[in-house]
Nanobody
Framework: QVQLVESGGGSVQTGGSLRLSCAAS????????MGWFRQFPGKEREGVAT????????FYADSVKGRFSISKDNVKNTLYLQMNSLKSEDTAMYYC??????????????????WGQGTQVTVSS
């Protein structure tokens, strides 16, 4: 089992920045990819970014490309999401996720096995 705990959410003004963190514990050696997802009220969860546990190639949703940056610290077993130039439409609950599968750089929520509890990000003008 893998446990994921997000932190770093909060309220920020349009154009501001936030950095989310996700601490992983448990059977982390089995994880192949980690990702960030978000969910708007009344909508399905959508993928934001993903990164493999080995290697540094990343993949982003078009809506955040150039503004968000996913990274990891394998020593600390921590995943990050640096969010810059935030817009009101980025307001959502953000989730960290991990998979033990070998599906590559996928942003499909169904491809991920472990989830954090989520952290709220609110962007206001």
């Amino acid at each position: 089992q893998v446990q994921l705990v997000e932190s770093g959410g909060g309220s920020v003004q349009t154009g501001g920045s936030l950095r989310l963190s996700c601490a992983a514990s448990g059977s982390t050696t089995n994880i192949t990819f980690m990702g960030w997802f978000r969910q708007f009220p009344g909508k399905e969860r959508e993928g934001v970014a993903t990164i493999p546990t080995t290697g540094s190639r990343t993949f982003y949703a078009d809506s955040v490309k150039g503004r968000f940056s996913i990274s990891k610290d394998n020593v600390k077993n921590t995943l990050y999401l640096q969010m810059n130039s935030l817009k009101s439409e980025d307001t959502a609950m953000y989730y960290c996720a991990a998979t033990t599968g070998f599906l590559g750089w996928t942003l499909r929520p169904s491809d991920y096995h472990y989830w954090g509890q989520g952290t709220q990000v609110t962007v206001s003008s």
